[in-house]
């Protein structure tokens, strides 16, 4: 590494951050400056908020060296002299990929001052979005106190409203940012600096608009700024003279100069390595294994950074066991390098178990415009695909031929580990269940990261000063690596603390990560720690000394084991506490078309900080929405659900069944709001129902199959003479729609989704005292309905002639209606039983091929729900 190219990309990433950050004090009305905006002072700045970042980062920077040049750097964009002026506004120009417009004399012109939702403009589902909702402007504080309302896209607010919030969010960050430069005041660090700079950036700027003014607001500041500070610190190393990057500042988008190279690393084994593992240690393994997979990812992102030496500004996403990020254009050899000590530093811990895809595209200053980057996205996704096909092609041949030599010895139990299934020398008992033999790898997963998560309120990065040596071949192992070895590899430690006052000194750089905003309120940056919040699902149940007390005898019966208050709940107890029939649910979503979205969603539109936008957009609502959701049931419905995993565009949730449903429920009716009410952003599900001592890992495989056969579902609306595919949902082996699942409580009776049936259902048994009569009713008529409906499709003529699903006629017509009309007798006496079965009949006597399927579901679901006692397998 050299630290001058390193001290060099920070300082420009540092002017590319702050190069618009006078927008934020010009829009909060405070227009005071070091000079009267006069012509003079027109003709060195070009623009007010220029004059007025070049003011504020003199009041935010510590006195680092080459300070009064960064100052300068930052706001000589729009009247560049020299040559990192130009970088900058280069910079500049390749993050929102357009042209720039006339210099008006108000930059205050122009409304809405808000950030409109990025929902807004894409085209998803072949689809576009005739809202226009923008977000709030609020500081992004997320937490269980946090409301729809508060945080969702909504109209457009009132301008003292606007006024007032921009008045705040300026007062906070300046505030914050004051106190960050006295950390740094007495000789602090550059890295650290930057780092924390970027979590305020994010904190105070995520939903404030880049430009307004004859622009379309749908970029945040935050968004903007930082992919500006990825491309000043890469564009350093271009081999142009200055009168060749002025010529390029002012067209890029002619220009086929490489500028830069897009980075993408994938993840692969991820399935294996999570999902198989026994029931023994489940509970806290794979919890612990899921996250140590997020970090993983973060620390090879952070390792590759480094050894190009790139600032955490380059860093696009990461997350899902995926990243990207932007390096410069000659980085492609040294990239190839970094790729073969991350394979060589993975098999060596992993044995091959776990791989990471890395690969680079070029990019030329023109495919930042028109909407080009969106096809290079795409283009760098296709080319992951390739290489996470030729697993480890570029380790060498003498590496290779250890890829396939016998592992361990075979056939060996008591080196076997009863978690993972792999024989290693090192496996030994447990320490509270002398039965099972754990290796040290899957007894750190479980003690180290799933039990600390349950109550962690810190996430703690330590970085050494210097990487280590990269490994020069690799090695087969008979033991395993805690995982924490795996990550010093790779020049990171990770503290998963509940407090800070035990935790030690750094050797080097330290990054803090509150997990909720009570936490982050307790941090304060210094000379060598940043700081920031972290936005995780970490939703882990509990065993509390009410579980213990209802419980425990039962439970020791069924496992012969005890329950102990504070740990992690088991599987078992929470299927023990479900409603209904003791079942586990587990549930896995994800967006749908999501690299179509990127591929192509943008269109034109597409920039780099638009396509930023929309990641982070995404992320926010899985990292951040769902946790929310996911706390307040816990709080509210008895601690009943467990989040293995949710981040990027997907998730994975096992809990009570009852409460998995609901919960899959609310995370679709609430992402419809939250994306803007587009209608071709939704998510499909797959959700089943196990025993507790059923694999998990065939659990999952189970739900992921359900989660395909939605995606493969064909539906029709009314309005469409074309089927409409996946936004379905696949429970109790039935595939709906959302929209007939039913996603919302109806206020009145009815059956137009399965949801409301159901609820009619249970209130007809529960509450009225109906017999169950009509659940086996509705199920036996809905088995002969299936039968005849599979012969039909099997002989193709299950559609007619406008392509749609045509009625099928038979028995169970006039059966259920003979059915009902004897239910109706028995309750002569009982008008509201008698008046809903009617209108049931009605209902069904108007389109039955239509409403058995989701009729039949809500029977099926509350008789689930009805029924005690049953502990059979899956």
Known sequence: ?????????????????????????????????????????????????????????????????????????????HRPNKREDHLVRLADRLSSGEREKTDPDDEMATQPKQLLSIFCVVNADNQNNLDKLYWPLRALDLNEQTTDEQWFPGQEWAKTDVDRSYQNLWKELNEQAQNLRQAHANGGDLETYLESLLYLMQRYTWSVPSAYYHSLPDISLYDHSRMTAALAAVLDDLALSDEELRA???????SDTPVALLVGGDLSG?????????????????????????????????????????????????GGGNFYLLARANDTADLNRIRLDISRILYNHHQGDLYLAVAGLPLAARDFFA????????????????????????????????????????????????????????????????AVRKCKACESFEEEIGDPLRKARYLVWDFEPQLPTPPDGVRSSNTSSPWKAVLKNLGAHVHIEATLEE??????????????????????????????????????????????????????????????????????????????????????????????????GLGEKATLSRV?????????????????????????????????????????????????????????????????KHPGIHTSAGIVLIGGKYPLAQAAQDAGRAEEAAKRHKWWDDNSDTPHTKDAICFLGRVLPWQRFGMKKSATVSFETA????????????????????????????????????????????????????PLWGPWNWLFEYQLARLQRMYEEQLEIKSNLETLCQEMKEAFHQRIEWVSLAARWAELKMRKGDQSEH
């Open 371 to 434: 909407g080009r980057i969106s096809s290079k996205w795409q283009e760098l996704g296709e080319l992951l695909q390739v290489v996470k096909k030729q697993r480890f092609v570029e380790l060498p041949a003498s590496d290779l031929a250890c890829l396939f030599e016998p592992q361990g010895r075979g056939g060996n139990e008591e080196k076997q580990c009863s978690v993972c299934g792999r024989e290693y020398e090192d496996v030994h008992p447990d320490k509270n269940n002398p």
């Open 503 to 600: 935790l030690h000194e750094p050797k080097g750089r330290r990054l803090i990560l509150a997990l909720d905003e009570k936490s982050l309120n307790t941090l304060k940056p210094a000379a060598q720690i940043a700081v920031g919040r972290r936005l995780l699902v970490n939703v882990t149940p509990l065993v509390t000394a009410e579980d213990v007390s209802k419980y425990g005898k039962e439970y020791q019966i069924r496992t012969g084991q005890s329950l102990k208050e504070g740990a992690v709940k088991p599987f078992e107890l929470m299927s023990m506490q479900a409603i209904g029939i003791e079942r586990l649910g587990v549930l896995r979503m994800d967006v749908d078309n999501l690299g179509q979205l990127f591929a192509q």
């Open 248 to 254: 390029l500042a002012q067209a890029p988008q002619e």
């Open 1 to 77: 590494m050299s630290d001058e190219r390193r001290e060099r990309a920070l300082k420009l990433a540092l002017a590319g951050l702050l190069h618009d950050v006078g927008k934020m004090k010009l829009r909060a009305g405070e227009s005071g400056a070091s000079r009267t905006w006069d012509d003079e002072a027109k003709r060195d700045y070009g623009r007010f908020h220029a004059l007025l970042t070049y003011d504020i980062v003199g009041d935010w920077l510590p006195p680092f060296q080459d300070s009064e040049a960064v100052k300068n750097w930052a706001a000589q964009h």
């Open 612 to 676: 930023a936008a929309l990641s982070f957009a995404i992320s926010l609502y899985f990292e951040g929405w769902v946790g929310v959701l996911a706390r307040k049931r816990n709080q509210t419905q008895g601690d009943r659900l467990y989040a293995i995993y949710s981040g990027g565009d997907d998730l994975f949730f096992v809990g009570a069944w009852d409460e998995v449903v609901e919960l899959g429920r609310e995370i679709r009716r609430d992402l419809t709001p939250y994306a803007a």
């Open 270 to 318: 991820v399935q294996d390595f999570i999902y198989t593992i026994t029931d023994r240690g489940a509970t806290s393994a794979l919890r612990g294994r899921s996250f140590y997979l997020q970090l993983l990812t973060e620390a090879a992102a952070h390792y590759i950074l480094r050894r190009l030496d790139l600032p955490i500004t380059n860093l696009i996403y990461a």
């Open 755 to 806: 949801y409301d049936t159901l609820a009619f259902l249970e209130d007809l048994l529960a509450r009225q005292k109906a017999s169950r009569s009509l659940i086996r009713t509705l199920l036996r008529l809905d088995e002969r309905y299936q039968e005849a409906m599979d012969v039909r499709r099997r002989t193709g003529r299950d559609l007619g002639e406008n392509h749609r699903p045509q």
